[in-house]
């Protein structure tokens, strides 16, 4: 997870958690801190480790939400693939979302935030492939596209495993879509390491691009290592977010004609399961799950009826 994004998490204090957010979708945080060093990141000096909420306390704080009329939870957390690793038994994200779907089985759709997919475990696989209320939409935390770049990040994974994490999320849930932090201009990135970064966003099917100019962190070590000139970088990142905008325009042009259920966030405004926007042109009820038939797309939205 990228700092900007992590800098917006909500603070919870000695591991109790929270829902907020929007009438219809309540987000839960299940975990804090991070027992990773990734070079650019200033996180782990502030947040320190891992630290997890037991599965038993995230399953009450669902229900309560449940309860209170909520459609849809997300998973949060600053390192969330790490969630368990600090817990008795070290059980990992997919025993809590299967356990999760399982013990609250009134809870109509629960999605998971940014995710290492190099850290995915097989339960969470299982729940990709077989559980429909589990959201076909995974960000992950990709941050690059070429290898040594990836190392000099000190990330744990290569483009080659993030190509077949890919893969096989959509051979198990042929409907997903993803997202991705991808970090444009980190140091000593080539012309040829950048233009692997941009065909990732095609190899790895990213739809909803999350692009990062880099910009050193103080006291990090890739601060110290050399930086790369602030035109390139822009530029860099401007190619990205093309790329990006493109993978969205074509995401949203196959859906038309098909059959969505949207989340309305609004009285005119929901979410289809992928979270693409949906505009209505009538009212529907706030928070409510509806059916929608998509007509058209107006820019970065789908239009339905
Ligand atoms: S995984 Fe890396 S980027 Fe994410 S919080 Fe940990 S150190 Fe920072």
Known sequence: MLVDDIMSVTETAGHLIDGFGTRSRAY???????DHRCTFCIIPYGRGNSRSVPAGV?????????????NEVVLTGVDLTGWGGDLPARPRLGDLV??????????????ISSIDSIEADPRLMEAIATEPRLMPHLHLSLQHGDDLILKRMKRRHLRDDAIRFAEEARRLRPDMTFGADIIAGFPTETGAAFENSLRLVEECHLTWLHVFPFSPRPGTPA?????LDGRTIRKRAARLREAGA????MHLDAQQGRAHRVLMESARMGRTEQFAEVVFDGDREEGAIVPATITGRREQRLVAV
């Not at 601060?223 to 930086?227: D, G, L, V």
């Not at 493109?246 to 325009?249: L, P, T």
Request: glycine share 4%; aromatic share 2%.
């Open 28 to 34: 839960v945080q299940v975990q804090n801190g991070c």
């Open 58 to 70: 995230v399953v009450e704080q669902i229900r309560r939400l449940v309860d209170r009329g909520f």
């Open 98 to 111: 299967m356990r999760i779907l399982r013990l609250v089985p009134d809870l109509p759709r629960l999605r």
């Open 223 to 227: 601060a110290r290592m050399p930086q």
């Open 246 to 249: 493109a993978r969205v325009a």
